[in-house]
């Protein structure tokens, strides 16, 4: 039975890459050895889109207030994309320090996946 999925992104600076999901994007990861950190990620869900050319495919973040994670985005110095508006949702796109990017959208879809309340955090 399938548990999960694993996401690789193909990075020109994997270094500068990994420390930009860690610092700004705030994801825990493990490291797998020898530096090789594999990040945890929110829960996600997968969509299977027609095209002519399947070879490429993309990592979406999803939010729910796209105007406040892009401010807070720039506040730490990341420009993000203009923001496109689709009957799905509104998205940009993140760009990664080795070259690549990521999206970022608000959906208008329904959700495939069970949201659940994240309990603040406290320091102890």
Not at 24 to 42: C, E, K, M, N, Y
Not at 92 to 112: C, D, K, S, W
Request: glycine share 8%; hydrophobic share 40%.
């Amino acid at each position: 039975m399938v548990f999960g999925a694993h996401i690789v992104i193909y990075s020109k600076d994997a270094s500068a890459d990994r420390a930009f999901l860690r610092e700004t994007l705030g994801l825990s990861s493990v490291d797998a050895g020898h530096g090789w950190l594999i990040f945890a990620l929110p829960p996600a869900e997968v969509a299977v889109h027609p095209a002519e050319d399947p070879d490429g495919h993309h990592l979406y973040f999803l939010c729910d207030d796209l105007n406040s994670e892009i401010a807070e985005l720039a506040a730490k110095g990341v420009q993000c994309s203009e923001v496109q508006e689709a009957r799905w949702g509104a998205v940009t796109r993140i760009p990664l320090p080795g070259g690549g990017e990521v999206g970022l959208y608000q959906p208008r879809h329904p959700l495939a996946l069970e949201r659940k309340l994240q309990e603040p955090q406290t320091d102890s």
